[in-house]
């Protein structure tokens, strides 16, 4: 068990080493004001893979984050334009990310519908009715408190940032020290033990999938308050680098690996790769390359590592 | 069943018949459920939609459907075997600026630039099968990276522009008419033909199915399965690209942001309405067909009833999950 601990530790000191010491090279990038600025840009992915790790540990996956960023913000907008007090305008478009998990649980889970299609196709329809309701252009003129939470800052920290740390931080109790955690865990190693087991694994999707949803519907409000526009397609994006920023923290997609904090850190990862690469002046076609390479890198590493303990159970 | 037909009672002859159409339609409706959806739409179509029930349009469904059937079918082998691959959109940009970049930039003959745009196509499936088979990664994974990476290779390359004003003979692999039907048509079906002797006709389909259901099981009878896992993946890819210069051959215009995401979802939607199952094993050339062909009818009574724009993708996604809620709940009556 020692060993194993010091392994960790390792990992985690070799991480921060190799982060400073490539920073370092970097010119104007360990500076507070751009590594703060990276958690304040990052903030979103980060929520969005909080929800994805929580449906990817459960062994599903989901595929309509685009659309929730785009329709819950605009639900909200359109509301607080109508003059609906903020804060409830806020909490109906957090509803709205629920109800759509939710819907996705259901057709997942009473009619076994794989939930790649079913995700996406509700995201979809999510997408295209945020289409409708901004009538395919961006609505602005929001008010100055909604624009104040996403550009913000309290002790120079920026409101983006708390928040991302507090869905991290509530994540994290809700998958490892709460019931209902633990039973996500459990499903994604084995759907059928969960089941004889006795726990009600409809109840378990329509969560895991609502989770994903509100946490996606949050990263929606927070950019667009930060951009201070809710525009229609803002979401295109998200989908595609949230797999990635948890695929890159350790979630497995094969479901029951992998810890909420480190999906998060995966999302800071990716942020910061991408503003090193833009500090250096690299041209953001070449970013991709980088990205994508560095994805199967970091998950032919784990794999690799995870296969030399396996040798000795080997049958073929 | 034998037993009961010796009975030389009338009436319980009568039943075991009716009992056998009861099963041959039962076993219809479970393998051919694709085909009960198909016509449902189509006959849908053709009785409440205005202007679909002619020649003209029906042609024009062809048309349209001949081109993302070819990576369907590439679709169809990468899920039978049970993987997944999530580079196609891209591949099919890359597919797109290449060619035209090899034609117009290069000036290479057009026989062997299309040759050589399927030939990057086959390398970029061979980097994926590769990965999925000898490092091990999981093909989501994989083709989730070589995605990206593919997509900023075909912005460096495009520059962000986009090659208009293809030359003639490079426009004419794509659309001669021959006998009333441009020759991307006639490619797709020779695509879908030799798919389908590929798939229901050699070792290597039966091949496909078997490692889809039980890799273990299929390396122990004496399958080679790491040679045609990588293999699906390099056809899949050599698709791709092929339907990337199809397309830029039929909109004139070779860009590295055709395709894309979007199509690599809509092929794999297209492919599981065809029958074929995400966790493999399952899958036929034909289905890959219907299930590109009723995407596309869709498509088409969507456009066809001046539905507003913007709902239009909010539309076909309603449709496409009814036509899978249908095939599910079906499935569960019927078990």
């Known amino acids: 068990v020692q060993k194993k601990l010091l392994k960790k530790i390792l990992i985690v000191l070799f991480c921060i080493g190799g982060f400073i010491l490539i920073g370092s090279l970097i010119p104007n990038f360990l500076t507070y004001n751009n590594l703060i600025n990276i958690t304040r840009q990052s903030a979103m992915i980060a929520m969005c893979a909080v929800g994805m790790a929580v449906v990817l540990i459960s062994g599903g996956m989901d595929l309509s984050t685009p659309g929730i960023i785009a329709l819950s913000p605009m639900i909200s907008a359109i509301l607080m334009l109508a003059g609906l007090n903020m804060y409830i305008a806020i909490a109906i478009g957090l509803l709205s990310g629920i109800i759509i998990g939710i819907v996705s649980g259901v057709l997942i889970s009473n009619i076994n519908i794989p939930a790649f299609i079913a995700t996406y196709v509700v995201g979809q329809i999510a997408s295209g009715i945020a289409l409708v309701l901004g009538k395919g252009a961006s609505i602005g003129g929001l008010p100055r408190g909604y624009m104040m939470i996403g550009n913000g800052s309290i002790f120079d920290i920026p409101i983006s940032t708390i928040i991302m740390i507090l869905y991290v931080i509530a994540g994290s109790i809700m998958m490892e020290k709460m019931r209902i955690g633990k039973h996500i865990y459990a499903h994604g190693g084995s759907e059928l033990t969960v089941k004889f087991e006795g726990i009600n694994i409809n109840k378990l999707k329509y969560f895991a999938y609502a989770a994903s949803g509100f946490c996606t519907a949050s990263a929606g409000i927070l950019l667009s308050s930060q951009m201070n526009a809710v525009h229609p397609t803002q979401g295109a994006d998200y989908l595609l680098d949230s797999v990635a920023a948890a695929t890159i923290g350790g979630v497995s997609l094969l479901g029951g690996e992998g810890k909420i904090w480190t999906a998060a850190v995966g999302a800071l990862f990716m942020g910061a790769l991408r503003n090193a690469l833009t500090m250096l002046g690299i041209h953001p076609f070449f970013q991709n390359i980088f990205v994508g390479t560095v994805i199967i890198v970091v998950v032919a590493v784990s794999v690799l590592s995870k296969n030399k303990d396996m040798e000795s159970a080997k049958v073929f | ?335």
């Open chain 2, 1 to 335: 069943m034998s037993g009961d037909i010796e009975m030389n009672n009338e009436m319980e002859i009568k039943k075991v018949n009716f009992s056998a159409i009861k099963e041959y339609s039962r076993d219809f409706l479970k393998y051919q459920g694709n085909v009960i959806i198909f016509l449902i739409i189509w006959l849908f179509a053709m009785i409440f939609v205005k202007n679909f029930a002619t020649v003209e349009n029906n042609v024009n469904i062809i048309k349209q459907s001949a081109i993302p059937v070819i990576t369907c079918l590439g679709m169809t082998l990468v899920l039978m075997i049970g993987g997944i691959d999530l580079s196609v959109g891209y591949l099919v940009g890359l597919g797109s600026y290449i060619s035209g970049m090899f034609v117009v930039m290069m000036g290479l003959p057009v026989a062997l630039s299309v040759i050589f745009t399927l030939l990057i196509g086959l390398l970029c499936g061979l980097v994926n099968g590769t990965l999925v088979q000898i490092v091990k990664i999981p093909p989501f994974i994989v083709t989730l990276g070589t995605g990206y990476i593919i997509y900023g290779l075909a912005q460096i390359l495009s520059n962000g522009t986009a090659l208009n004003g293809l030359p003639k003979e490079f426009l004419a692999v794509g659309r001669t008419n021959i006998l009333g039907l441009p020759s991307s048509v006639w490619i797709g079906l020779i695509v879908v033909l030799a798919f389908y002797f590929l798939i229901h006709r050699t070792v290597f389909g039966r091949s496909l199915a078997s490692i889809g259901l039980n890799v273990n099981a299929s390396f122990l009878s004496g399958i080679n399965d790491k040679l045609i896992i990588v293999s699906t993946y390099a056809i899949c890819g050599m698709m791709s690209t092929l339907v990337g210069v199809l397309m830029a051959l039929r909109v004139n215009n070779c860009t590295p942001i055709m395709g894309g995401g979007d199509h690599t979802f809509v092929t794999i939607t297209a492919a599981i309405l065809g029958g074929a199952s995400l966790s493999g094993g399952k899958g036929t050339a034909w289905g890959a067909v219907l299930g590109v062909f009723t995407i596309t009818i869709i498509e088409n009574i969507v456009n066809l009833s001046g539905i507003n724009y913007y709902i239009f993708k909010a539309v076909l996604s309603a449709v496409i999950l009814s036509a899978i809620v249908f095939e599910n709940l079906k499935n569960k009556i019927l078990q």
